[in-house]
T-cell receptor, first 111, second 113 residues
């Protein structure tokens, strides 16, 4: 019940294409859903986050879509660029004390 | 510049030795966290602290210990009781709790020889 399942494990997208990463959860107590981006050898950095009272949030080329009834949320990267190549993690907050993390998606953007 | 520093970047340890990883933040954040990251896996919480002199175990606290004597410092000790300590260790901080943005340090890669 405390898991966040992330897919796919890896993803290759052509430059200019749309990258889509999906996450699913079971615990309806989760109330905050961030996405983090991590480059090799670095710590993750917050990319974008959403709360369950909205269905979509957009920041530049990055969009979170949230489906509360399906208990799923996804990250869309429009016009994907080689600089977007990184590992992406979804997460969900539990009672304000800790984040439950997905396993990560390694994204490669081919030029 | 505000941020989180971790040292050292690389650490080698012989089996049976305790080692301490440093984490310092100058963001004036109340909450601090230690995570372990293994290849191909997500982040797993070791310990977290929401206030000075108080900390809580995360999902994988066995074989680890922490202290929070100062707001800006949250060192992690990997003890000899940790059976498989080779991993990438990340420290993070947030303003109050996990619903606030977590800011991460650059990490320490620990290798047990």
């Amino acid at each position: 019940q405390q898991q966040v399942k992330q897919s796919p494990q890896s993803l290759i997208v052509q430059k200019g294409g749309i990258s889509i990463i999906n996450c699913a959860y079971e615990n309806t107590a989760f109330d905050y859903f961030p996405w983090y981006q991590q480059f090799p050898g670095k710590g993750p950095a917050l990319l974008i986050a959403i709360r369950p009272d909205v269905s979509e949030k957009k920041e530049g080329r990055f969009t979170i879509s949230f489906n509360k009834s399906a208990k799923q949320f996804s990250l869309h990267i429009m016009d994907s660029q080689p600089g977007d190549s990184a590992t992406y993690f979804c997460a969900a907050n539990l009672y304000g004390y800790q984040l439950i993390w997905g396993a990560g998606t390694k994204l490669i953007i081919k030029p | 510049d505000g941020g989180i520093t971790q040292s050292p970047k690389y650490l080698f340890r012989k089996e049976g030795q305790n080692v301490t990883l440093s984490c310092e933040q100058n963001l004036n954040h109340d909450a601090m966290y230690w995570y372990r990251q293994d290849p191909g896996q997500g982040l797993r919480l070791i310990y977290y602290s929401q206030i000075v002199n108080d900390f809580q175990k995360g999902d994988i606290a066995e074989g680890y210990s922490v202290s929070r004597e100062k707001k800006e410092s949250f060192p992690l000790t990997v003890t000899s009781a940790q059976k498989n300590p080779t991993a990438f260790y990340l420290c993070a901080s947030s303003d109050r709790d996990a619903t606030d943005t977590q800011y991460f340090g650059p990490g320490t890669r620990l290798t047990v020889l």
